[in-house]
């Protein structure tokens, strides 16, 4: 058995999901919205997701009913993407990975969205 967790954040949704064997066991979200009219600014995106991440990550391992022990390797958004939002993920993601001793990969962005 493999439990993943993977870490997205390359535009204005921040995502975690846990997979179990291709088992989804979370599949959490949050989505940076501007007001009416305005796009997202990378610097501003990037805030968001730094704001949010650590309770969406709470969050993932509560709907997973999992502890980060549990965790076999850690995923992240490598890209493409915005650089700034993608930057604040990735940070979180080695972290954790080092933290939990995981081994950690990078996916492409695009070759994630085929895949599922």
């Known amino acids: 058995m493999t439990i993943a967790i993977g870490f ?3 535009a204005n949704k921040l995502g975690i999901g846990i997979m179990k ?15 009416a ?12 997701h730094q704001a949010h991440i650590l309770d969406l990550l709470d969050k993932t391992f509560e709907v997973a009913k999992i502890k980060p022990a ?3 390797v850690v995923c ?6 915005i650089a700034a939002p993608l930057v604040s993920v990735a940070v979180v993601a080695r972290t954790v990975a ?19």
């Open 76 to 81: 992240y958004t490598k890209g493409p993407g």
């Open 98 to 116: 080092q933290l939990w001793k995981k081994p950690i990969i990078g996916v492409n962005h695009c070759i994630g969205h085929i895949l599922l």
């Open 21 to 35: 064997d291709g088992e989804v066991l979370a599949n959490e979200r949050v989505t940076y919205i501007t007001p």
């Open 37 to 48: 009219g305005q796009g997202f600014l990378p610097r501003d995106t990037a805030r968001h």
């Open 8 to 10: 997205e954040g390359s």
């Open 70 to 72: 549990d965790i076999d």
